[in-house]
């Protein structure tokens, strides 16, 4: 884990309110799953750092992205960045997602500002000729990321309204399928809390492993503040996101 200045090499809108930030990487290799920290300006407001996913690493160029959703004042201030602009970035932290083991048949699973991560870990599993299914769900249409990346990844899209793919939650989903996840399933999921738990349910009522991601709000990033604490069945009763997570067996959350 480093602080260091990395300097903007892209900043796409990939649809309504996402965008994809490349930018220059000096710590180490982040793996899917880590989370940076990025100080977004020089100013009092925000005054707190801002978490973001790995969504990529390029190892050849040394360029690292992210994929953000436009919500507050700091990704107001990030999504109007332009290429050359520096920014005050700590990273990698956190854990990463395990890779499944040989006989596991991984299910990933994404919604909203849980893309990044998730599209790390399928661009990883497919370098790694690991075949894994991939599902995005998102509100509509307009939610769909027009990205190379993330089209190579054959991603099954789900939308609320049914403006596009499968009509319905990612939830409703996975009920549609049931019958055809085999036995020796892994689920991975990143997305809003609700989303989370569908996702365990099934891993669970697949007897599978299920691995989640959390995106709770942080104020230090580095395990000093208790701010992102989670509440887990293993004493002392909670984790810190940014130390012990983000990345949680389903299994050892407090639902
Ligand atoms: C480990 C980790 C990884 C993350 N990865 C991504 C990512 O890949 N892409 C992405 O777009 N966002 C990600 N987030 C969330 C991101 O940090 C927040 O969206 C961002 O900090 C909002 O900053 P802001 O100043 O724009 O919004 P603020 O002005 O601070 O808040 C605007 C709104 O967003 C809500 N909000 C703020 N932080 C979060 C959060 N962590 N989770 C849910 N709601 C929040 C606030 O409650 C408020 O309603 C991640 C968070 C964590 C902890
Ligand atoms: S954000 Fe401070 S301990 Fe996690």
Known sequence: MKQFSATIIKNNKLCKDFFQLDFSWESEKPEAGQFLTIRICDCTVPLLRRPFAFSAFNNQ???????FQRRGIGTELLAAKTPGEKIDVI??????????????????????????PILFLSSTLQDLNISSKFIFGCRNELSIPKSDQFSSQHPVICTDDGSAGFSGTVGDYLSSIWSTIESDSVFY???????LAACHQFAQKNGSPSWISVEQIMACGVGACMGCAVKVKQAPGYARACKEGPVFSGYDMVW
Request: with cysteine; aromatic share 2%; proline share 15%.
């Open 91 to 116: 990273g990698p932290l956190g854990n990463a997602f395990p890779l499944p083991e040989k006989i596991q048949k991984p299910i990933l699973i994404a919604g909203g500002i849980g893309l990044g």
């Open 61 to 67: 160029s040394s360029i690292a992205s992210i994929i």
């Open 189 to 195: 999921s990143c997305g809003p809390h609700p989303m």
